[in-house]
């Protein structure tokens, strides 16, 4: 069984065969997914909610990603607060920074992104966290990082590196203040050492595993549209890693979804 702790299944792409997608993951053994509630932006929030309503193994996200931070006005962030009252709400993200699209700003992304940790404080949700440096660069990590420690931290909340793609000393500073990290599909790409190097060093109690579907399939899927169901993919490549079967680190990274969050674990799942 595998959790995959981060999908945006709102998604356009989605529309045609939203309801084959999820039938598939759950005969892939996907016990629970968590919808990212980002959807395009303002007006578009409680896409996860509505997600989680309907489906009883997924709970739901809310939060401004850092693409659209240029486009929150001081309502999106109170509705945002009030979204995140809801039931099956169990994380506020993603959140953080893109320096590599910089679709908003820097500066704008880095205070959309302290004010909806004080957000999150105030829920009392730990946060998902995107984080991607320009190129050649760390200049997101860096800034991340520093911002969790000096804004976050004090909380004990914790939280979640979603797609990690930094190297092992990033990981070990987000460890430090509690959370943590997942892995996603590219972990499988050619190219992807720095991934599974820092893959390799978490400690099997620490980490998660996702899709981000419907980007970044794994192979042998790249290229195209990602669904939950390839979650095993990244489940196999990490277990290559560690040693490890693919169904052990299934059952290890749901039982740390479901510590982490407080959640009662099912028994007999799918
Ligand atoms: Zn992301
Ligand atoms: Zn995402």
Not at 210 to 226: C, F, M, Q, V, W
């Amino acid at each position: 069984m595998f959790v995959d702790s981060h999908a945006h299944l709102d998604g356009k792409q989605f529309d045609p065969d939203r309801e084959q997608v999820i039938a598939r993951a759950r005969e892939a053994g996907v016990e629970t997914i968590v919808a990212i509630g980002n959807g395009d932006g303002p007006g578009t929030f409680d896409c996860g909610i509505q997600l989680a309503a309907k489906y009883d193994f997924m709970y739901a996200t809310v939060g401004i990603h850092p693409h659209e931070a240029k486009l929150a006005s001081d309502a999106d962030f109170d509705e945002l607060a009030q979204l995140a009252t809801r039931p099956k709400v169990i994380a506020w993200g993603e959140i953080g920074l893109d320096y590599f699209y910089e679709h908003s700003p820097r500066d704008v992304q880095r205070q959309a992104f302290v004010r909806q940790m004080q957000l999150a404080s105030r829920a009392k949700l730990p946060i998902v966290i995107h984080c991607r440096p320009s190129n050649n660069s760390e200049d997101a990590w860096e800034d991340c990082l520093h911002l969790i420690e000096q804004h976050w931290q004090p909380t004990g909340l914790g939280g979640i590196l979603h797609c990690f793609t930094g190297t092992w000393a990033y990981a070990k500073r987000a460890l430090d203040v509690g959370f943590m990290i997942s892995f996603a599909g590219n972990v499988t790409f050619p190219k992807a050492q720095q991934i599974r190097d820092a893959a390799k060093q978490v400690p099997l109690d620490r980490m998660l595993i996702e899709t981000d579907s419907p980007y970044l399939a794994p192979i042998p899927h790249r290229g195209k549209r990602n669904e939950p169901a390839f979650v095993k993919e990244t489940a196999q490549q990490i277990g290559e890693l560690h040693a490890l079967s693919l169904e052990e680190i299934g059952r290890r990274t749901t039982e740390n979804f479901h510590r982490f969050f407080s959640l009662p674990q099912k028994c007999n799942s799918v």
